[in-house]
């Protein structure tokens, strides 16, 4: 399901940064779906209701998913100072945690990302003494060029090291680490195991090709900030991304499975399709109807998307449950009710046949 989420996040943010009009059924419709999106920016939701800063809301963002890490690392933090301590069901959390890890952060990404972006993007209000003020655009009740948005600039820096840039290198080390041990230990279960959601989907040769996703979703969702704000050229840019990553797509090729590669092409299609629908209703070339119209056909094909991916979600399933025998009760990203010790035991027999 990882494409529809990459394609919500990008239209949901690529929304929130330029301000555009899009028809407004899609807008309801995006709206309504934001849920898919997973990037977690409801951490900052209430900031409306309980009038957070733009600092406070940058501050939780940033710091609130670093607590999440810490809770799903805690397992193996408690290994390393308690080494003689011996528990089944601590042993399977502790070979899962890295899995649960990289996912967060596969989810987290663009949303903190945008939001450590937003911290460097101030707007010239001319009106404002002979000179003019700048301001946060984000949040227009803070000035900046002061030495309290200076603090935060070098605190958004920071976190700059820590989620745009450092997510990234943290998947290529992972699947760096996970290609080795595939191909040097007898038994590089663990390490395989977790970092197969960052390269199972795609072929030997595009191994990499989730840093290049992040590099994907930075400039269509996140580095837009700084790029002719609030003008049509902005969104002409966007558009001029999300067809470029779209031919680097086609000319790579990464995706084993013929089902993932439809997925990835509709989604990159949706995207490059709203944002040039929004760059024409700037540019006033469609009417009312036609906004209705084109509204229609992105909300058709988004609803496409989504189907299409719980089906192939389905089929995957019936598929390692046909080769592998009943798929036991799993709960959230994989953590099983059963000890390590007995998975040992599953592993080591041969798989019965299904009926």
Known sequence: LRTPIIVMQILTQFVSITGVTLPLQYLDFLQVMTFMS??????????????????????????????????????????????????????????????????????????????????????????????????????????????????????????????PLGIPAMFALTIRLGVIHSRECDRPRVLAAATSFLRKPYSAHASYWECAECLRRLLLAGLLVFIMPGTAGQTAVACVFAVLAGMVYESVGPHQEAGEES????????????????????AKYVDEYSQDAI??????????????????????????RMTTGPVRQSSLFGLR?????????????????TS
């Not at 309980?50 to 810490?70: D, E, K, N, W």
């Not at 092409?265 to 629908?277: E, K």
């Not at 000890?339 to 046949?353: C, F, K």
């Open 337 to 353: 009710k059963h000890s390590s010790a007995r998975l040992q035991e599953i592993n080591d027999v041969e798989p019965a046949p």
């Open 295 to 320: 509204g229609k056909l992105l909300i058709a094909l988004n609803v496409l998307l989504m189907v299409s991916a719980f089906v192939q979600a389905f089929l995957v399933y019936r598929k390692v």
């Open 263 to 282: 997925l990835y092409r509709l989604g990159y299609g949706i995207i490059a399709a709203s944002m040039f629908t929004s760059l024409l209703i700037q």
């Open 38 to 163: 997973l990037d977690l920016r409801w951490l900052t939701s209430p900031g409306c209701v309980l009038h957070l800063s733009f600092y406070q809301r940058l501050l939780m963002s940033t710091l609130v998913p670093l607590g999440i890490a810490g809770v799903i690392l805690a397992p193996r933090t408690f290994r390393w100072c308690r080494p003689r301590f011996t528990s089944a069901r601590l042993q399977h959390v502790y070979e899962k945690d890295l899995h649960l890890l990289l996912v967060f952060a596969f989810l987290i990404y663009s949303g903190v990302s945008l939001t450590v972006f937003q911290t460097f993007a101030c707007d010239l209000l001319k009106y404002d003494g002979p000179n003019g003020t700048y301001f946060l655009r984000a949040d227009y009740t803070i000035q900046c060029r002061t030495p309290e948005h200076t603090a935060y600039m070098i605190y958004a820096a920071i976190m700059l090291l820590v989620y």
